[in-house]
C-alpha cells in the first residue's frame, strides 16, 4: 500500500467526495435562505398590518379629540348659561323679597297690626 493512499479517502465507502460536500453545504444554504425569506414576508405583512392599526387608531384618536374638545366647549357653555340663570334668580329673588318687604312695611303702617304675629303695633 502506497502511504499517500492513507491520506486519501474519497474512495471509502459513505464518504462524500468533496464536491458532494459543497453540494450538500448549497442544499442547506439554499433552504435557509428560503426559510429567511419566508419569515421576512410574514414579518413585512406583520408590520404592513401594524401600520394599518396605527392608521386606523390615529385617525380614531383625532376624531374622539375632536368630539371631547367639543365636548368641553358645550360644557363651558353650558356652565355660564347655568350660573347666568342663578345669578339672575337670585337677583329677581332678592328684588320679590324687597319688594314683599317693603309691602308688609306699608300694609302694617295703614292696619296697624304686626303681620308676623297679629299683635297690634305700638
Partial sequence: M????????????GCPTPLETCRH????YENEFEELNLQLRQARERIFKLVEMHT?????????????AAAKSEAVD???????????STWELMAKTKHISE???KLE????I????GQ???
Fill in 109 to 112: 303702617a295703614a292696619t296697624g
Fill in 78 to 88: 353650558a356652565s355660564r348659561r347655568a350660573n347666568d340663570i342663578e345669578t339672575k
Fill in 103 to 105: 309691602l308688609v312695611t
Fill in 120 to 122: 297690634p303695633i305700638r
Fill in 56 to 68: 386606523a387608531a390615529s385617525a380614531e384618536r383625532e376624531t374622539l379629540r375632536t368630539q371631547l
Fill in 25 to 28: 453545504q448549497l442544499a442547506l
Fill in 114 to 117: 304686626n303681620v308676623r304675629t
Fill in 2 to 13: 502506497d502511504p499517500s493512499d492513507i491520506e486519501n479517502t474519497d474512495d471509502w465507502l
